[in-house]
């Protein structure tokens, strides 16, 4: 569970109030959500959400996400504040950055979907993760589109620096073991 709460920082992309990108994409944080799982005791499977993310897309293709690592949501109230104090307290936000191909995105028309590629860099406390996704991209209008995974980003807790963070809750929660590696979903809604 703590590790998924990794995983999802690690795949951290999108929700929160909107930054308007000049001439660009400006992530809808009510329709957008970032969703990561985790197993502990191996046998049980819980799938967490950050509720405040942040992003655009410029016009030049950069996307710039930020995710706000103390508005983690597992739906246990004490878990989350062992998150925010024992795993994310050295890294209170995670930075996801990546180029896009922006003609390919607006040659997308209203109506139609593409499959692009992407490759970008996590920024999680001191540590920069790259990520490589495909993503599913839906025009749902000439001012607004989708991004979502095509397929699951797995992310490690060694690879966010958040390893001792998660031994502290197993060692809380008294549970012999947490999984080490968590999937991670986007949903990315734009509009401009």
């Known amino acids: ?26 992530l809808s944080a009510d329709e957008s959500k970032i969703a990561f799982a985790s197993v502990k005791d191996d046998t049980i499977g819980e799938v967490h959400h950050f509720g405040s993310i942040d992003g655009s897309v410029d ?26 104090k024992f795993v994310f307290a050295s890294a209170p936000k995670a930075m996801l950055s990546a180029t896009v191909n922006i003609e390919e995105l607006e040659a997308i028309r209203a109506g139609e979907t593409d499959v692009i590629d992407v490759e970008g860099t996590l920024k999680f406390g001191g540590n920069d993760i790259p990520i490589e996704t495909s993503l599913f991209i839906a025009r749902m209008s000439d001012d607004k589109m989708v991004a979502v995974t095509d397929e699951m980003i797995m992310l490690g807790t060694d690879e966010a620096g ?31």
């Open 59 to 84: 016009k030049s293709g950069n996307v710039s996400v930020e995710i706000d690592l103390a508005s983690v949501e597992t739906w246990i109230d004490i878990r989350n504040e062992r998150l925010q």
């Open 1 to 26: 569970m703590k590790k998924t709460l990794a995983v999802l920082c690690g795949l951290s992309l999108m929700t929160a109030a909107p930054v308007y990108a000049k001439d660009g994409w400006s």
């Open 162 to 192: 958040i390893d001792d963070g998660i031994s502290k809750l197993m060692e809380l929660a008294d549970l012999p073991g947490i999984t080490r590696v968590s999937p991670v979903t986007l949903r990315l809604v734009f509009k401009r």
